[in-house]
């Protein structure tokens, strides 16, 4: 089950506000460093957006106040964590570490010429969006500029200087740098065995919270360590 994480909150009640009073934009970029999320929050603010009881949710605020989420229970929901939404068009690289292509693209202009199966918005991934190769980059500039009807995109990427400006100015840019270090405390906390630990994995991932993870899955929080450790001895001139 997707989700956003903790320390997204603001972008999500951002999000979910905009779209309520039809505001939100038909092309947003989320941009952030490696591991604070925004993928994930791409895929969950998807299944929102793709979600049958979604206008429902946002006209009846929560007990706690907190932005409306997907259902979980609906058609679109249930389509969605299945991996296959006849609304949704996932465009990522046909292979690690190569580009997204133009025919890639042009695909993805063929699925918004389609009618919406069930009524709602056409809705594409694209990630990373910094994959895109010059040809691509061109290619989807004439979805950015003439949207077709309920038809929404969401660009994602962990650079944003890499994407083209003339791509870059056609798109609400939803910015993730900034993490909140006490929630991400908090999650972190849970996946760790002591405080100290998620103290030690943020400040070796810089106060990414996926990064930390990651760091502490691989054992790369050892190594870290061991590094700085070693920093120490030579700024105390205890070896070369």
Known sequence: MVAHFPWQGEQWRRLTSALAVGQLGH???????????????AYA???????????????SPTTTG??????????????????????????????????????QIRALSGFYSLK?????????????????????????LKTLEEPPNQA????????????????????????????????????????TTSPDEATELLDASLGAPLK?????ESGGASVHQELLGAWSQVAKGAVS
Request: charged fraction near 25%.
């Open 212 to 216: 930390a993870l990651e760091l502490k």
């Open 27 to 41: 092309a947003n970029l989320f941009s952030g460093r490696i591991g604070a999320g925004h993928d994930e929050f």
């Open 66 to 103: 907190e932005a409306p989420e997907a259902c979980n229970e609906c058609r679109g929901c249930l389509l969605f964590d299945a991996g296959n939404h006849p609304d949704l068009m996932i465009v990522t690289p046909e292979e690690e570490g190569k580009v997204i292509g133009v025919d």
């Open 152 to 191: 929404s995109l969401i660009l994602v990427t962990d650079r944003f200087d890499a994407i083209s400006m003339t791509v870059r100015s056609r798109c609400q840019r939803v910015a993730f740098e900034h993490i909140d270090q006490g929630e991400a405390f908090k999650w972190l906390s849970h996946h």
């Open 116 to 140: 919406s199966h069930y009524g709602g918005s056409k809705l594409a991934i694209i990630s990373p969006a910094d994959a895109m190769n010059r040809a691509a980059s061109n290619a989807i």
């Open 45 to 59: 603010f998807a299944k929102f957006l793709l979600c049958e009881q979604r206008d429902t949710l946002s006209a």
